[in-house]
């Protein structure tokens, strides 16, 4: 088992090879047993957690609660395994609870905004399809089954072996997007709202999110004013400074944004898809959603601003915004939210 241990949780983590990197799933145990995230439906993942949890005395059917941060796959996928096996109660903020559910109408609604999604994007067919495919077989093959779950929102609270778990919506790679603030330690686990290494998907992690891009640096806003002394993310290793680590992604997407404008004003009105491929070249496996995903929203945010003009399925730049641009000395473009 790899983890690591504070005195009121346990970290597990799990390999994770078909997305972002290693997954960390984290250990409440007391009067009940609880877990927050679950890791992808697969046999390799389910026998490592298994085995993580042995570590410490836990069988799956000894586990009476499951709170996830999100409803994707890497954290989500195991969910009904545990309402299976334990009779455990899953939780999951309410704008995600359908698709965390495997709603059959949840899903095919989502795969026809992502079909919508691509042919705004000017993906290619030969990207597209296969992709769709992708994402429909991620739907059968990565999670356990239709469950039942219980929603919850924003500042609801669940008491959890010896800690309590605070509901924090931080919404932006997903609608229901939500971290745990653990209020006796100012700490937070904050699932893919915030991460050490990268930076979150927004845009294409998932087409429901309106204005995604605003509705995450709104949420990169709200975790550094909330001054947490450490994150716990759902991959890869702890956040130290999470409030630092917040305003570093902020102004990552401020640089990004500079960049967008600049492909606008060397190659001219352009489509997500051509946009993505200045910023990003040749993209494979998911990362073909996520790269004109992200491409997208820092050009419908740049139209919010009043910087781009969106004509069809291309975006230009407005002349202000292109004189602007020729006298521009910093190195990142203002992409505070339109009044």
Same mark, same amino acid.
């Given at each position: 088992?790899r983890?690591? !241990? @504070?005195? +009121?949780m ?9 997305? *972002? ?9 007391g009067?009940? @047993? ?6 992808l439906?697969?046999?390799e993942?389910?026998?490592e ?11 799956f ?10 409803y ?19 939780? /999951? ?25 691509? #042919?705004?994007?000017?993906m290619?067919?030969a990207? #597209? ?16 089954? @239709? ?13 959890v072996? +010896? ?23 100012? *700490? ?8 050490p290494? =990268? ?9 429901r999110?309106?204005?995604p891009?605003?509705? =995450? ?27 630092a680590?917040?305003? +570093? ?5 401020g *640089? ?20 993505s491929?200045?910023? !990003? ?27 781009? /003009? ?13 004189d ?16």
């Amino acid at each position: 088992m790899r983890g690591s !241990f @504070t005195d +009121e949780m346990e970290r597990l983590r799990l390999d994770n090879t078909l997305f *972002e990197g290693d997954n960390s799933v984290y250990l409440f145990d007391g009067d009940r @047993t609880a877990l927050v995230d679950t890791g992808l439906d697969t046999p390799e993942s389910r026998r490592e957690l298994e085995a993580a949890l042995a570590t410490h005395g836990i069988s799956f059917a000894d586990v009476d609660d499951v709170y996830l941060t999100h409803y994707h796959a890497d954290h989500a996928g195991l969910a009904g395994a545990f309402a299976d096996e334990a009779d455990a109660t899953v939780h /999951v903020h309410e704008a995600d609870a359908a698709l965390a559910r495997g709603d059959p109408d949840a899903w095919d609604r989502l795969h026809d905004r992502q079909r919508d999604a691509f #042919r705004r994007w000017e993906m290619p067919a030969a990207e #597209r399809e296969p992709l769709l495919d992708r994402l429909r077989s991620t739907r059968t093959d990565l999670y356990s089954g @239709t469950l039942d779950v219980v929603p919850f929102v924003d500042g609801d609270r669940f008491d959890v072996g +010896e800690a309590t778990l605070e509901v924090v919506h931080a919404p932006g790679h997903t609608a229901g997007l939500s971290a745990f603030a653990l209020p006796d330690r100012n *700490e937070v686990l904050a699932g893919d709202a915030l991460l050490p290494v =990268y930076t979150p998907n927004v845009g294409g992690a998932d087409v429901r999110v309106e204005h995604p891009l605003a509705t =995450y640096v709104g949420t990169l806003d709200m975790l550094a004013a909330r001054d947490f002394t450490r994150a716990w993310p759902g991959h890869r290793d702890a956040i130290d400074d999470p409030t630092a680590r917040a305003r +570093e992604i902020r102004a990552h997407h401020g *640089e990004r944004a500079l960049r967008v404008v600049r492909v606008l004003a060397e190659q001219g009105p352009a489509d997500a898809w051509t946009v993505s491929a200045a910023l !990003f070249g040749d993209l494979e496996g998911i990362h073909v959603l996520h790269g004109p995903g992200e491409a997208s929203a820092h050009l419908d945010h740049l139209v919010d601003l009043g910087d781009v /003009v969106r004509e069809g399925t291309a975006y230009r730049l407005t002349p202000d915004a292109r004189d602007r641009l020729d006298a521009f000395e910093g190195d990142r473009w203002p992409i505070e939210a339109a009044d």
